[in-house]
């Protein structure tokens, strides 16, 4: 049974440069959400996806965009890059219970490193 | 609005020794709580959840939490520490409706000493 899979693994971009990071959730799920995890830090929610609509959304601001597609797999996109974008971006799936939107426990990714220089 | 606070960043324990990780929350609804461990360069695995049955919680590695409502904690335990257990540990809250967004707390580092 395959888990939560997240690509690419490392990123490295500069400033003002745009993003995509995409996950596969985990096999049955039909539910993702996204974390951004700066060093030294707990992960902060940045936005959940659920039947390709954005269900909910953290306080993170409009250069913080997603997507999620038939299959249930997402991709979280961030424009204009600053350094303080650098973190561990994770994704976790879930499954809505009972047609949703509530969910069952999220399962995580092993993440993508970002490094925004 | 949801909160978690995760008191001591650090924790160092003998092996073989208790280790106890400490929880508290705030919440305006009743809540759903995890424990979460993070090794280096990983993302989180679920440890334990409590989401209103038995208050106390037995999770996966020997791990054990409690919800105490009048203490607003869920602390996590375990009788014996393993030096596999050195790792970041995180609590975190949900409520019961809606999407569930979990809000973490900042994280307990915690080694263990051979």
């Known amino acids: 049974d395959a888990g939560v899979t997240q690509s690419p693994t490392h990123l490295i971009k500069t400033r003002g440069q745009q993003v995509t990071l995409r996950c596969s959730p985990k096999?049955?799920?039909?539910?993702v959400s996204w974390y951004q995890q700066a060093l030294g830090q707990g992960p902060q929610f940045i936005f959940q996806?659920?039947?390709?609509?954005?269900?909910q959304r953290g306080n993170f601001p409009d250069r913080f965009s997603g997507h999620q597609f038939p299959n249930y797999s997402s991709e979280l996109n961030v424009n204009a890059l600053l350094l303080g974008d650098s973190a561990l971006y994770l994704c976790?799936?879930?499954?809505?219970?009972?047609?949703?939107?509530?969910?069952?426990?999220?399962?995580f990714g092993p993440g993508t490193r970002l490094l925004v220089l | 609005a949801q909160s978690v606070t995760q008191l001591g960043s650090h924790v160092s324990v003998s092996e073989g020794a208790l280790v106890l990780l400490r929880c508290n929350y705030s919440?305006?609804?009743?809540?759903?709580l995890f424990w979460y461990v993070q090794y280096p360069n990983q993302g989180l695995q679920l440890l334990l959840k409590?989401?209103?049955?038995?208050?106390l919680v037995k999770g996966i590695n020997g791990f054990e939490a409690e919800f105490k409502k009048s203490e607003t904690s869920f602390h996590l335990t375990k009788p014996s520490a393993h030096m596999s257990d050195a790792a970041e540990y995180f609590c975190?809250?949900?409520?019961?409706?809606?999407?569930?967004?979990?809000?973490f707390g900042q994280g307990t580092r915690l080694t263990i000493n051979p």
């Open positions: 976790a799936s879930s499954l809505a219970i009972a047609g949703g939107p509530r969910q069952e426990t999220q399962y």
């Open positions: 096999s049955g799920h039909d539910t």
């Open positions: 996806y659920y039947e390709e609509e954005e269900r």
């Open positions: 919440s305006s609804v009743p809540p759903y």
């Open positions: 409590y989401t209103s049955a038995a208050t």
């Open positions: 975190a809250v949900s409520d019961r409706g809606g999407a569930q967004k979990l809000v």
